[in-house]
């Protein structure tokens, strides 16, 4: 690795950075320690965690962020084992509610029993599945007029809301710090309330969570985890009313935030409610839009339906694509570093822990201290505490700024991306690691997709890795923990080995980052950030290799993996994959060209579909072109 990073004053800094992070946003908006950690954690634990003395506890902290109006995806996390199973158990649950109501309620009952002692915002989601089912109850028996039922829900509402919000949020004077978790938590109160008919008292609640996101400056990446439930409560309130306008306003504006940001949170749901508009007064444009949105329900219907997807879920708020287990972590640490368990658990400063609790550490039994977290890493020739942001910066504008040039990338826009390229090197200090390989990342990008050149862009990305990467000469490479930038870079070295016709090179590093990336998965069946494009390369790889089967295979599991997180952005051309491979697959027989003519006519036309809804005009103009070929 380059440059002397690993001192301890380097490593204490870099550790902190995301405490730092935080203090400086929320001392920009004028928020007080205990306003930040009301309902969460103690004013004191909180310090604590700004100074890096402690760790970020995944749940916590991840809405800690959010009331900043800070996503957590900018991050890489550690959580414990403990900590994933609860987030996998969540997630079931969430899969369940409202369309299994008997499954759904069982496992709630397991949750329940498996973890008595729960954090506040636990309790608060499962006072909200556990609303969510008796409202699915109240809908399957007609009870739109049992006020003395919406009183029960309105009052279980009220104590969701209470698990982490005090009394007043309702209060415009009063400072009330709201993740998008807690919001939906409020606007139950505000369904309740229309349950009662307490119609005005419904529309202050759905206002104050509707404006609530503008109010706080939130960007429209945070925003668009709470618009759209919103918008469903607005629209209902609005359809009781005979005011369609209103309606038709409320669902365009979530329409096109969750389109704008490739997300399908409640997306469905926002359709089939746009699919109860009518009225006078509709101008032309409007009515093809509503007529646009009805396109869109039957897509993602049939997409759902083809995955296996259920059609209507309820979302945590949180996820664990940015996350890894820390027993994991450690354990494939030392086995790239080659140490047996006797030998890791020392350093220069004496022992860390002992063989045995390395071992239950790495099995997922226990979690270790974040002092000792830190240590071991270090041990292994790597840094990071609990959680890290992308980069080497305390500033949220470098971090957004990075994730605007990603997604530029991602969508071709290489003016933009130089453009971005150098905004971005005048907010950094390219001493740092991660920033230096960033930009060698960027760098080596544009001269591939831009110039074509294989040679020196592989010359970059090698570069570009091992900043952070330790050479594997005679190690085994498969074992090193790849970060989400690692695993991007990495996956475009295998591509240029593939398209130098390097297949076994190739195949080399396939089998490493795709081996890394399974450990981590286990116990959430969660792939971590990076997936997406290592997906697109192995499908090509295989291509090569006319391995049209396995690769559909990978596509197909890429697209489930995709569905799973709220943010779709490549989900239309793992579509586009399936398509092609099918039809490869069937070329040259026409036994085969029969049977498999119906799946790549609908996985081209499901990425068609999803293409236009993300607005991925590189990709639909490319499916314009290949309209003929695959569909007459």
């Given at each position: 690795m380059e440059g002397n990073y690993n001192q301890t004053e380097f490593v204490r800094e870099y550790n902190a950075a995301c405490g730092k992070l935080f203090r400086e946003e929320r001392v920009r908006r004028g928020v007080s320690l205990r306003e930040a950690a009301s309902g969460l954690l103690s004013k004191t634990a909180l310090e604590k965690m700004e100074s890096g003395e402690t760790g970020w506890r995944k749940l916590t902290g991840d809405i800690l962020f959010q009331r900043m109006g800070i996503l957590p995806d900018y991050f890489e996390m550690v959580a414990s084992g403990d900590e994933m199973e609860r987030w996998?158990?969540?997630?079931?649950?969430?899969?369940?509610?409202?369309?299994?109501?008997?499954?759904?309620?069982?496992?709630?009952?397991q949750y329940r029993r498996k973890y008595p002692?729960?954090?506040?915002?636990?309790?608060?989601?499962?006072?909200?599945?556990?609303?969510?089912?008796?409202?699915?109850?109240?809908?399957?028996k007609g009870g739109t007029g049992e006020l003395l039922a919406g009183e029960e829900l309105l009052s279980m509402a009220e104590a969701a809301v209470s698990c982490t919000v005090p009394d007043g949020w309702l209060n415009e004077r009063r400072t009330f710090l709201l993740a998008p978790s807690e919001l939906e938590a409020i606007l139950l109160v505000g369904a309740g309330q229309f349950a009662c008919g307490r119609m005005e008292e419904a529309w202050e609640v759905q206002s104050f969570v509707w404006n609530y996101p503008e109010k706080r400056q939130w960007k429209n990446r945070m925003a668009v985890q709470i618009?759209?439930?919103?918008?469903?409560?607005?629209?209902?309130l609005a359809l009781r009313e005979e005011?369609?306008?209103k309606a038709f306003e409320f669902a365009r504006e979530a329409l096109e935030l969750l389109r704008g940001n490739a997300c399908h949170c409640y997306l469905l749901p926002l359709l089939e409610q746009m699919g109860r508009i009518s009225g006078e007064g509709f101008s032309e444009g409007d009515w093809l839009y509503l007529r646009g949105a009805d396109e869109f329900r039957d897509i993602f219907k049939r997409i759902y339906h083809m995955s296996g997807y259920p059609e209507n879920r309820v979302w945590q708020?949180?996820?664990?694509?940015?996350?890894?287990?820390?027993g994991i972590t450690l354990k494939m640490l030392r086995k790239f570093a080659g140490k047996p368990l006797d030998k890791a658990v020392f350093d220069d400063d004496?022992?860390?822990?002992t063989r045995r609790q390395l071992e239950k550490i790495e099995s997922g039994a226990h979690k270790p201290s974040y002092t000792n977290y830190q240590r071991?890493?270090?041990?292994?020739?790597?840094?990071?505490?609990?959680?890290?942001?992308?980069?080497?910066?305390?500033?949220?504008?470098?971090?957004?700024?990075?994730?605007e040039i990603s997604s530029q990338i991602g969508f071709c826009q290489w003016d933009k991306v130089e453009a971005g390229m150098e905004r971005l090197r005048q907010k950094v200090d390219i001493a740092y690691p991660r920033v230096r390989q960033e930009l060698l990342f960027f760098e080596a990008i544009i001269l591939l997709e831009r110039k074509g050149e294989l040679e020196k862009s592989l010359e970059l990305l090698q570069k570009a890795l091992h900043v952070t990467v330790p050479e594997w000469e005679g190690k085994d490479a498969k074992w090193w923990v790849f970060q989400r930038e690692e695993i991007i870079i990495a996956s475009n070295i295998l591509d240029i080995y593939r398209e130098m016709g390097k297949l076994a090179e190739a195949k080399e590093w396939c089998e490493a980052i795709c081996f890394s990336m399974e450990q981590q998965k286990d116990r959430t069946n969660i792939m971590h950030t990076g997936y997406a494009i290592l997906m697109e390369v192995l499908d090509n790889y295989l291509g090569e290799l006319r391995l049209y089967e396995e690769a559909i295979d990978v596509s197909k599991k890429a697209v489930s993996n995709y569905l799973k997180q709220p943010r779709i952005?490549?989900?239309?051309?793992?579509?586009?994959?399936?398509?092609?491979?099918?039809?490869?697959?069937a070329s040259g027989s026409a036994q085969q060209d029969k049977r498999l003519q119906k799946q790549w006519r609908e996985a081209f036309q499901a990425s068609e579909g999803i293409a236009a809804f993300v607005r991925d005009n590189y990709l639909m103009r490319h499916l314009k072109d290949k309209r003929e070929k695959y569909l007459f």
């Amino acid at each position: 690795m380059e440059g002397n990073y690993n001192q301890t004053e380097f490593v204490r800094e870099y550790n902190a950075a995301c405490g730092k992070l935080f203090r400086e946003e929320r001392v920009r908006r004028g928020v007080s320690l205990r306003e930040a950690a009301s309902g969460l954690l103690s004013k004191t634990a909180l310090e604590k965690m700004e100074s890096g003395e402690t760790g970020w506890r995944k749940l916590t902290g991840d809405i800690l962020f959010q009331r900043m109006g800070i996503l957590p995806d900018y991050f890489e996390m550690v959580a414990s084992g403990d900590e994933m199973e609860r987030w996998r158990l969540r997630e079931d649950i969430c899969l369940l509610v409202p369309d299994r109501v008997g499954e759904a309620k069982e496992r709630i009952m397991q949750y329940r029993r498996k973890y008595p002692k729960r954090e506040a915002l636990e309790e608060q989601f499962l006072c909200k599945v556990e609303l969510f089912l008796l409202w699915k109850d109240r809908e399957a028996k007609g009870g739109t007029g049992e006020l003395l039922a919406g009183e029960e829900l309105l009052s279980m509402a009220e104590a969701a809301v209470s698990c982490t919000v005090p009394d007043g949020w309702l209060n415009e004077r009063r400072t009330f710090l709201l993740a998008p978790s807690e919001l939906e938590a409020i606007l139950l109160v505000g369904a309740g309330q229309f349950a009662c008919g307490r119609m005005e008292e419904a529309w202050e609640v759905q206002s104050f969570v509707w404006n609530y996101p503008e109010k706080r400056q939130w960007k429209n990446r945070m925003a668009v985890q709470i618009k759209p439930q919103a918008a469903l409560l607005g629209m209902e309130l609005a359809l009781r009313e005979e005011d369609s306008r209103k309606a038709f306003e409320f669902a365009r504006e979530a329409l096109e935030l969750l389109r704008g940001n490739a997300c399908h949170c409640y997306l469905l749901p926002l359709l089939e409610q746009m699919g109860r508009i009518s009225g006078e007064g509709f101008s032309e444009g409007d009515w093809l839009y509503l007529r646009g949105a009805d396109e869109f329900r039957d897509i993602f219907k049939r997409i759902y339906h083809m995955s296996g997807y259920p059609e209507n879920r309820v979302w945590q708020g949180i996820s664990v694509e940015n996350t890894r287990e820390a027993g994991i972590t450690l354990k494939m640490l030392r086995k790239f570093a080659g140490k047996p368990l006797d030998k890791a658990v020392f350093d220069d400063d004496g022992i860390i822990v002992t063989r045995r609790q390395l071992e239950k550490i790495e099995s997922g039994a226990h979690k270790p201290s974040y002092t000792n977290y830190q240590r071991l890493v270090h041990r292994y020739g790597k840094l990071g505490g609990w959680m890290i942001p992308m980069l080497e910066t305390d500033s949220i504008e470098v971090l957004e700024l990075r994730q605007e040039i990603s997604s530029q990338i991602g969508f071709c826009q290489w003016d933009k991306v130089e453009a971005g390229m150098e905004r971005l090197r005048q907010k950094v200090d390219i001493a740092y690691p991660r920033v230096r390989q960033e930009l060698l990342f960027f760098e080596a990008i544009i001269l591939l997709e831009r110039k074509g050149e294989l040679e020196k862009s592989l010359e970059l990305l090698q570069k570009a890795l091992h900043v952070t990467v330790p050479e594997w000469e005679g190690k085994d490479a498969k074992w090193w923990v790849f970060q989400r930038e690692e695993i991007i870079i990495a996956s475009n070295i295998l591509d240029i080995y593939r398209e130098m016709g390097k297949l076994a090179e190739a195949k080399e590093w396939c089998e490493a980052i795709c081996f890394s990336m399974e450990q981590q998965k286990d116990r959430t069946n969660i792939m971590h950030t990076g997936y997406a494009i290592l997906m697109e390369v192995l499908d090509n790889y295989l291509g090569e290799l006319r391995l049209y089967e396995e690769a559909i295979d990978v596509s197909k599991k890429a697209v489930s993996n995709y569905l799973k997180q709220p943010r779709i952005g490549t989900l239309d051309r793992a579509y586009y994959r399936i398509a092609w491979n099918t039809y490869e697959a069937a070329s040259g027989s026409a036994q085969q060209d029969k049977r498999l003519q119906k799946q790549w006519r609908e996985a081209f036309q499901a990425s068609e579909g999803i293409a236009a809804f993300v607005r991925d005009n590189y990709l639909m103009r490319h499916l314009k072109d290949k309209r003929e070929k695959y569909l007459f």
